[in-house]
């Protein structure tokens, strides 16, 4: 019976020193000197993506789940509103163009002697009222007429002088031509056209919606016909890259790494697929073991954040999953 008792006590002794010679194996696996193994999930950027304009849905061109690429269509507005000021802004400035060109030119040959000849026409009349005007005075001082046909001959040469004066300064107007004042307001004019147009041709493009870079179209938030605004989401988007896994550094292993160092990302759903990774920023301040971490002792000591950015091509590293970064610790020297 005592030799059962031995042999029993033996064969727990040698169970638990080869337990606990395997459960320190496995440690010493996880922290190894030459690699640091840290543990965490899949992170992404998820954005919302308005159309920068307020009117109507008038397309929509991907459903929920559907991958896209960078400068892809996804939806559009009503377009004729955005259409119609473009056209006229372009309609303005054809007009605006013609004024600052015949400013340019100056006065046509033409115009000069028609200004000319309008000038030789009120100077003749201007010399028959003169001439009438003497021979009524004439006549007045014979008492043959009355003052009131003196008055009105000496208004109608008075209103004919005028005339050639008026003809005169419009003749040397047209001689001197537009002035250069007037030439710049006119261009200014033009320049503040363009301007509309180009604001006009902007709130076209403001129209259509693209995709900012390679993603996933997580939710369709409006539908065609809805009112849009910038305000209003037309879609929630996951972009793909980058992807990073967001672990936490405990204080004694901080000072093993540094930003840019390289690192390799293991999943449970890929198991034996490594994905190229470098660290890509360590949080300057601590902060408490997040919950997700699951080992109790470590829940009551300060980490820093890390963020390892991975390579996904195959965007097969999704939001939340998951994942176990390997740094190497030889050789990599920060730069």
Known sequence: ??????????????????????????????????TLVLYGNVDIRQVELAINGSERVGRILVEEGDFVEQKQLLAELELERFELQVARAKAQIEIQQQVVARLEAGTRPEELRQAE??????????DD???????????????????????????????????????????????????KEDI??????????????????????DASLYAPS?????ERILEVGDMASPQKPVFTFALVDPVWVRAYVSEPDLGKIHDGMKAVVVTDSFPGKEYEAWVGFISPTAEFTPKPVETAEL??????????????PKSELRLGMPATVKIKLISQSPN
């Open 1 to 34: 019976m005592k030799t059962i008792i031995r042999v029993i006590i033996i064969v727990t002794l040698a169970g638990g020193v080869a337990g606990g010679y395997w459960y320190w194996k496995a440690r010493q696996h996880d922290t190894n000197d030459d």
């Open 117 to 126: 000849a309008s000038l030789l026409s009120a100077k003749a009349e201007y």
């Open 129 to 179: 009222a003169d001439v009438t005007l003497k021979r009524v005075l004439a006549l007045r001082a014979k008492k043959a007429v009355a003052q009131q046909e003196v008055d009105d001959v000496k208004s109608k040469r008075d209103s004919a002088a005028a005339n050639v004066q008026l003809l005169q300064a419009s003749l040397d107007l047209a001689k001197a031509g537009p002035r």
């Open 184 to 205: 710049a307001e006119a261009k200014a004019e033009l320049k503040g056209m363009e301007v509309e147009l180009a604001q006009a041709k902007h709130d076209l493009k």
């Open 214 to 218: 390679r993603g996933i179209i997580q």
């Open 299 to 312: 829940r009551t000591k300060l980490v820093y954040q890390v963020r390892v950015f991975v390579k996904n």
